[in-house]
């Protein structure tokens, strides 16, 4: 069996039970950080914890020689560990798939997401969440400034009055970034202040699930120039906001009654 676990938001211990009992029961277990991050604990950490080795595998090796952990699965019973929910990447659902068609029985334990959190946290209504979208490093994507996608997805949810969450970009081992680099929120806001509009409203989310995590609203000009400490960071860029909503970006999110009586619906 291949068994694909959730690890949760922040540490070796925010999965859920469902999640660590499959761990404790697994003969071999596989994990993959290139996509999100535990941002309280390493793999030693998830080790010690677990009581398991863990093969931390690369995006080529999950993506292009998933052979070993496929195989073993043929045999054991095999976790695959990913930060957050396992199912969020499109690249965990075709090891599934590739495991599946060799006949290998599979199931999904899931765990708290970023984008579960940033509702949460923010007091944004989940259901008023359009397309999110992904602002990448200008060095990543060749050339200056915001993707044309990016904005696209930030208006057109606007037109519809629904929120926009901005997944940050991350790189792991890259050698332009000398290793791993997360994309700050004051970063990204800086970037859709210069190339798209310095006065809309931004709400960062910093180390959602993490005991220091930080929320904070403003416009995004000012977002820009706060330090919003460590990884891992989500922007939120909303429509109009629900009375409900304006009230708790004032209380849970520090922002400043002027800008958020022009985001009144």
Same mark, same amino acid.
């Given at each position: 069996?291949?068994?694909?676990?959730? @690890?949760?938001?922040?540490?070796?211990?925010?999965?859920?039970?469902?999640?660590?009992?499959?761990?404790?029961?697994?003969?071999?277990?596989?994990?993959? #950080?290139?996509?999100?991050?535990? *941002?309280?604990?390493?793999?030693?950490?998830?080790?010690?914890?677990?009581?398991?080795?863990?093969?931390?595998?690369?995006?080529?090796?999950?993506?292009?020689?998933?052979?070993?952990? @496929?195989?073993?699965?043929?045999?054991?019973? *095999?976790?695959?560990?990913?930060?957050?929910?396992?199912?969020?990447?499109?690249?965990?659902?075709?090891?599934?798939?590739?495991?599946?068609?060799?006949? *290998?029985?599979?199931?999904?334990?899931?765990?708290?997401?970023?984008?579960?959190?940033? !509702?949460? @946290?923010?007091?944004?209504?989940?259901?008023?969440?359009?397309?999110?979208?992904?602002?990448? #490093?200008?060095?990543?994507?060749?050339?200056?400034?915001?993707?044309? !996608?990016?904005?696209?997805?930030?208006?057109?949810?606007?037109?519809?009055?629904?929120?926009?969450?901005?997944?940050?970009?991350?790189?792991?081992? /890259?050698?332009?970034?000398?290793?791993?680099?997360?994309?700050?929120?004051?970063?990204?806001?800086?970037?859709?202040?210069?190339?798209?509009?310095?006065?809309?409203?931004?709400?960062?989310?910093?180390?959602?699930?993490?005991?220091?995590?930080?929320?904070?609203?403003?416009?995004?000009?000012?977002?820009?120039?706060?330090?919003?400490?460590?990884?891992?960071?989500?922007?939120? *860029?909303?429509?109009?906001? /629900?009375?409900?909503?304006?009230?708790?970006?004032?209380?849970?999110?520090?922002?400043?009654?002027?800008?958020?009586?022009?985001?009144?619906?």
């Amino acid at each position: 069996m291949l068994t694909f676990v959730g @690890l949760g938001l922040y540490d070796e211990r925010s999965v859920t039970v469902a999640g660590a009992d499959a761990i404790a029961a697994a003969d071999r277990a596989f994990a993959e #950080f290139y996509t999100s991050r535990l *941002v309280g604990a390493d793999v030693a950490d998830l080790e010690a914890y677990h009581g398991i080795d863990v093969e931390v595998r690369d995006r080529a090796g999950v993506e292009q020689d998933p052979e070993p952990m @496929l195989a073993a699965a043929e045999t054991e019973d *095999v976790v695959f560990l990913t930060a957050g929910d396992t199912m969020i990447s499109t690249t965990h659902v075709d090891l599934r798939l590739r495991a599946e068609d060799r006949g *290998v029985e599979t199931r999904v334990i899931h765990a708290p997401t970023a984008e579960s959190a940033a !509702s949460s @946290l923010t007091g944004l209504q989940n259901y008023r969440f359009g397309k999110a979208t992904t602002l990448p #490093f200008e060095w990543a994507h060749g050339a200056d400034g915001v993707p044309s !996608s990016v904005v696209d997805a930030i208006e057109a949810n606007r037109e519809r009055d629904l929120h926009t969450l901005c997944y940050l970009d991350i790189k792991v081992d /890259h050698p332009r970034a000398d290793g791993d680099e997360y994309m700050t929120a004051s970063h990204a806001a800086g970037l859709l202040a210069d190339h798209w509009d310095p006065d809309a409203i931004g709400v960062v989310v910093a180390r959602a699930g993490a005991p220091d995590a930080t929320v904070r609203a403003n416009r995004l000009a000012a977002l820009a120039d706060e330090d919003f400490g460590d990884p891992l960071h989500l922007l939120v *860029v909303p429509g109009d906001l /629900h009375h409900v909503e304006a009230d708790a970006l004032a209380g849970l999110a520090d922002a400043p009654a002027n800008v958020l009586d022009e985001y009144r619906d």
